[in-house]
Structures are given as C-alpha cells and as structure tokens.
C-alpha cells in the first residue's frame, strides 16, 4: 500500500487471507512472506502488509498485525524495520510474524494505525512546497517584529524578497499573531494582476476572505451603499461583469481602496493591509499611484504592507502635493543564519531517530542558506536515511541529484525564457561568480556590452544578485543545474 499516488496492492510469497477494514470497506488482506514491494519512483514511503485479523462477531478482542515499512529512495534489498516495539503490541517482520508475537490486542482500524504509526515513523518534519506552518518556522523573529513596530508607528513599508525566501510566511505569522493584539490583516495576492477588473475581483475576494465575522455586516452596508457591484461575499464584481461585461471598474477599486478607512471606525486596533507581488501591478498604468496615495491618506488608522520579489516593488511614489509623502520603510529578508539552520535540521533528523551530523555541515553549504532549497534538500536526505541510520556523503549526494532532476524542467523553461545574451550572463555568474569576468567572457562567447545590458535584466528578475560576497545565482539549485548541465569551468 503506499502513502501517495494511487493505491494499490502487492501479494508475494506464501499468504492467508484475513478480512482487513479499509477506508470504509472490508477487503482480504493477506500474510505475506519475505521480500519488498521495491523502490517506488517518486521516493514515496511504502508499506509491505503482513495482515489483519479483526475481532470476532460479537465483539471481543482482535489481531493487528503491523506492516513492515521504509522510505522511498531505499533499496529493494534494504533490512525490513519493525513499526512497533513495545510490548503491548504485535511484531512485524518481513519473513512472517512468530508465534510467539501473535498476541491479541484491543481492536482499532487497522488502515488508520498504520497510517499513523508511519506517519509517526517516516514523515518528513520538512515543509518545501508551500507556506511553512507557524510552528515550524526558522527564525524570522526579528523581521516579524520590525513589520509590527513599524505598523504601529503608522508607516508605509515595502517588504521585499527573491522567491521562495518565506514572503507568505512571515505574512501569515504577522496575521496569526496580530489577532492576540488587535491588528487586523487583509491580504490580497497580486500576482499577475492582468487589468483593473482583475484588481477589483483581488481585492474584492480579499475583503470576503480576511473580514472577521462582527465586522462583515459593517462592510457590507459600506459596499453596499457604495453602489458599484461589489459585496464582501466577494462574488459581487464577478456578477457584475457578467451582466454588464463593459462596466467601469474604477468605481468599484475606489470603493475597495477607501473600505479600510471607512472599516476603521467600527473597530479599535488599526488595520494592515499587505498586497502581496505589488510589482505586478506596475504593469496596470497608473494603479500603483492610485493605491499608493490612498495608503498614505489612510495611514493614521491603516497601514500598508507592499510586498515584493524585486527591486522594483514599488516602482512609482507620487508626491502628493499638499501633503509631501515619506518614503516607505524598506525590509528585506536574507537568507537564513547557518548556525540555526544546521541546529533545526540536526534536530529534526535527531527527532526521527536519524543522524545528519555527519553531513549537515555540507547540506547547509549545498543549499547556500536558501530557506525552500535548504529545506527541499533536507526533506530529499531525509528519504534517504532510515530510521535508527546515519546520513552518509553518498546520502547527500544521492539527495542533491534527485533535486536536479526535481528542478531540471524549471531550470530549463527558465533558461528558455532568456534572450541569448541573458542564458550566457547567467552561466557566467553560475560558473564563474561574475558576470564580467574575462575568461567567462572568453569561454561563453559573451561581448562586454551585451554582459552590461543583460546584467541589469538578470537582478530585476530576480536571478542573480550582488552581494558583499560577490555575484551570485539567487537560487543555489538552478546554479548547481548550469554547472551541472552546462560547465564550462575545469
């Protein structure tokens, strides 16, 4: 049975059928013999089912018998692993389970314990594919209390961050934790925003998804009365479109940018609203000026958080005439301390009863302290140590390959979406560290001037940065996958 994909079964060696209950039905599970289901493709974990013997009718005491199990990116021959040892629960083994084990013990869902004691066994502490969970964040402390001290002292403030650097994360800390203080959070996702009918519907749908329940009434009298076809149910523009596909959408985004004040009143605590990838709007003309003049009019109730993956967040800051604007408060999230780094996934791994200690040190170092890369390789090795194992170099470097062939279509449609002049700057600062270094500019072929031209593409795209150390590619596995794929350098 394996943990994701489709679910299936495999019978090898001599068995006995058992009845099994299993996500809502009985089935025939069987005893199996030796042997293993054999390394899944996509690395997942898999079970290799021994039996369940459910209790008798009528109720009494049953036999659960536990699965053998190990993670994906093993090998078939791998020593089977028992899911429990205590004494008050069965053995498992490979080979069948002794006589002397086939004890009875109070009866459960088997589907369910299994699932849970391998979950409990072999689940990855590391969060990669998404927004990490509160409780698991690595530092940030100091950034998430800057944004708060900065909120309450009424400023505008642009957060900016390369991707994957924890943006949403430290977005959702700040709302998680604002709610204990009486801030209020509305966040609405930018990304891409083609139009103002596209602003709108944001918007629109951000009000209906972060407005607090004693507040939704106020809001929707306030856009309600405002008469432009909005509502805080956030279906209200969409509607309007559809029966009059030409209607103004300025009306509506005024409405929209004018509700945080207006909400304002009907509550203590003052209100942030984050617009996160804000650069997007830029391609909308005159949107960003538009919204920047209503933040900063609205700052004694209601702050703004502009949130960004370049340095181009915030492209336009009209003066306002009257009264002059302040530029914003700059953050900007670095990449995470090594020390922290190395001490988390140590105690992960620690916690799952592995050893990285032998190999942090070069983790850390592959994933060049890149919150998502560092924690996307640390959950690869983690599928490559068993339980009660130490990680070895052969580990590591079996993980840092699966994530190159994990990233190879991403790096490739990347390299893709370059002109010629920007692929070779890229491999020049992948290989060499600069993009102006004379034997890169030798080896790729690269003129000095499109270098000159193209560099300045490359870092407000998000690609490539300079940093105190020098030049390098922002995200350490595309820079691997060049070198890899690509390297001109001996």
Sequence with gaps: MQLSGEKSWEVRGPSQSAPMYLRGFWHTATRLGSGWLGKHPTGSPEFLLLGAITPPPGGGRGLLVLAALRGGGGDTADEPRRLADASDHPKAYADGVPDEYAIGVPSVD?????????????????????????????????????????????????LVAPRRYGKTSLIRKIASEGEKVGLMVVTADLFEVASLSDLVLR????????????????????????????????????????????????????????????????????????????????????????????????????????????????????????????????????????????????????????????????????GEEHPQRTMLLAHLLWLEVAAGERATPDDLEAAIAVALRQVDAEARATMSGLTVGQRKVLRAVAEYGTPMAARALRALGLPKTTAQKATPHLVATGLIEDTDQGWRVIDPLLARWIRTNYGTRA
């Design 110 to 158: 088997p589907a369910a314990y299994l699932w849970e004691s391998a979950m409990r066994d072999t689940a990855s502490p590391f969060t990669f594919d998404g927004p990490v969970p509160l409780d698991c964040m690595i530092d940030r402390r100091s950034e998430a209390d800057t944004i708060r001290e900065w909120t309450r002292e009424s400023r505008l403030i642009t």
């Design 203 to 366: 918007l629109e749908r951000a009000w209906a998804q972060h407005t607090p329940e004693d507040l939704r009434p106020a809001a929707d009298k306030i856009l309600g009365s405002a008469q432009v076809g909005v509502s805080i149910s956030g279906a209200g523009f969409a509607l309007t479109m559809a029966d009059r596909p030409a209607s103004d959408p300025g009306p509506a985004l005024h409405a929209l940018l004018e509700l945080p004040a207006q909400l304002a009143q009907h509550r203590p605590g003052r209100i942030l609203i984050v617009l996160d990838e804000f650069q997007s709007v830029a391609g909308v003309p005159g949107t960003q000026a538009l919204i920047w003049q209503h933040a900063w009019r609205q700052r004694q109730t209601v702050s703004y958080l502009f949130v960004g993956s370049g340095p181009g967040t915030l492209s336009t800051a009209p003066d306002d005439g009257e009264d002059p604007m302040r530029p914003p408060r700059t953050l900007r999230l670095d990449r995470l301390p090594p020390a922290e780094l190395r001490e988390v996934i140590k105690g992960r791994f620690s916690a799952g009863n592995r050893d990285v200690s032998g190999v942090v040190d070069g983790l850390v170092a592959a």
